[in-house]
């Protein structure tokens, strides 16, 4: 018998036929004589449903594309109190329909099994303690008791971002000491890129968490960074799994074979290529600040009062500029901060001194993941080149050990995707 957390995404529930698909996924495990705790999102459309409810009870008019961040207008503390709600639908329909289906089960919201975290509803925060807007708190439970429980400090209800209910399986799986934490989604498993982009993509039977984290980190939406990050902490095993597969599909998801992507520690993966998959994202914006003065310091007046907003950067480049006195500084921030970045460079014009101030979204970041690359010299290199005799102009690079990231233009994603995939011999299977 073994202990497990399921996972359900918004697809995978997104009427009732589908929970009964999902309910069967469940009493599968529940009849091999597994102790289940099911862990599920609102339902596709739910949570966009009710965060234009919030706009429209505040008043406030989205501008087309979404991409102010409106978040300080309103209370937050409500907004999650709503937005949390998706989830609690959710998990009551799947006790139901489980209960019908012979499987004794009942839901449990987020403040019966309250997972910590701390009061802040606005910003996005990294340690696995903290929450954000958007928090998936529900957590629908059959058939056994939480092992703990806690109260976040101001007793309101937080959400943790999108893909947030990911996070709170792991976190489940973490507390509850689970044998693994077994996520379902529209795919049935990790794929070399995300495979609506890439038809040649192909289904990792096995990837790390290390990789998975600079995959999730870089774009690759199928797990929210968090969790990952979560999972490598307390060695929870991550089956990644499609609830659209028959319940009765053969293969052994204790080993990843045959069934979804099993995320789990390098030492645990026999066959590795130097790059196993790439990823992309187009949610970043670029920030050039024109001739700025060169001297010391200047750095330090620029990211200063970026950091002081919360806003994160990314990328940093600093080029010399056309008149050779002064340098061109360029970086990238997250879409939804990019007014606000602005805003503040605004502000702080004269304490730093610079000509000109510049924002584009038009840009794209594509990254090359592998834990290969530590003992292979020259992916950079190869990356490089590829994407020259593409045509596709490289504005900005950063790397880890295990990445390679580049800044393009983003009318060029796609090809630079599929040029890469194809570079690393990762098409087809
Ligand atoms: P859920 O609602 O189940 O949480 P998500 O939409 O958050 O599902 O995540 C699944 C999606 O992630 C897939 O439909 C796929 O388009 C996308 N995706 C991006 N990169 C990858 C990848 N490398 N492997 C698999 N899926 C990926
Ligand atoms: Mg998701």
Known sequence: MSLLVLKFGGTSVADIDRIRSVAAHVKREHNAGNACAVVVSAMAGQTNRLVAWVEEAWGYKADGDGGADVSALYDCREYDAVVSSGEQVTSGL????????????RSWQGWQIPVHTDDAHQRPASPASRSTRRQRCSVAKSPFAPA??????NNRIATLGRGGSDTSAVALAAALQADRCDIYTDVDGVYTTDPRVVSKAHRLDRISY???LEMASQGAKVLQTR???MAMQWSVPVLVRSSFDAPD???NPDTGEGIGTLVCHEDEIMEQNVVSGIAYARDEAKVTLLKVADKPGVAARVFGPLSDAHINVDMIVQNVSEDGKSTDLTFTVQSADLDRALEVLKSAKDEIGYLDLRGATDIAKVSAIGVGMRSHAGVAAQMFSALAEKGINIEAISTSEIKISVLIDAAY???AVRTLHTLFGLDGA
């Open 413 to 415: 994603a796609e090809l």
């Open 227 to 229: 969790s990952v990050e």
């Open 148 to 153: 703990s429980k806690a109260s976040p400090p």
């Open 210 to 212: 290390e990789e998975m």
């Open 249 to 251: 599909m053969p293969g």
């Open 94 to 105: 799947l006790a139901l329909v489980l209960q019908s289906m012979g499987v004794s089960a």
